[in-house]
């Protein structure tokens, strides 16, 4: 037996805000909400426990001291890298400088609160 990734959960400035916008980078919804502010956001129609991993935004007011230690890599499903890297623009990420050398397949950029995350070059198919 082994275990699988159930969900992740990242500390927000604004759980509300990076919600909505890791809801629109993955295609998820919101799932539901704690009363200490948490936002739970996962696939639609399966939610958590489903195949794929949810993620809950977790207010927090402490600042972030360094470079995450883990981070998302994505990679579209519908379009090619170029076409997905300029939706993500567009829906707020920023390119991110972590020492890259501008030779790698993968783009490096932050979420609006400047958590890292990759896209991936390989397009995969829809879960």
């Known amino acids: 037996m082994a275990c699988r990734i159930s969900e992740l959960v ?23 909400r704690e009363d200490d502010g948490s936002i739970e956001i996962g ?4 939610g958590f426990g489903g195949p794929l ?5 977790s207010p927090s007011s402490d600042p972030r001291p360094g470079k995450l230690r883990l981070h998302i890599d994505v990679n579209a499903t519908d379009r090619d890298q170029d076409a ?17 050398s501008g030779e ?6 932050a ?9 991936l070059r390989r397009r995969l198919d829809p879960v």
Request: charged share 25%; proline share 8%.
């Open 10 to 32: 990242l500390d927000a400035a604004d759980p509300e805000r990076l919600a909505a916008f890791w809801s629109e980078v993955l295609g998820y919804v919101e799932l539901g």
């Open 43 to 46: 696939p639609p129609g399966t």
């Open 53 to 57: 991993p949810t993620l809950v935004l």
């Open 84 to 100: 997905e890297l300029e939706r993500l623009y567009a829906i707020g990420a920023t390119k991110a400088e972590v020492g890259q």
């Open 104 to 109: 790698e397949s993968w783009h490096v950029l």
């Open 111 to 119: 979420d609006p609160e400047g958590n890292e995350f990759c896209l």
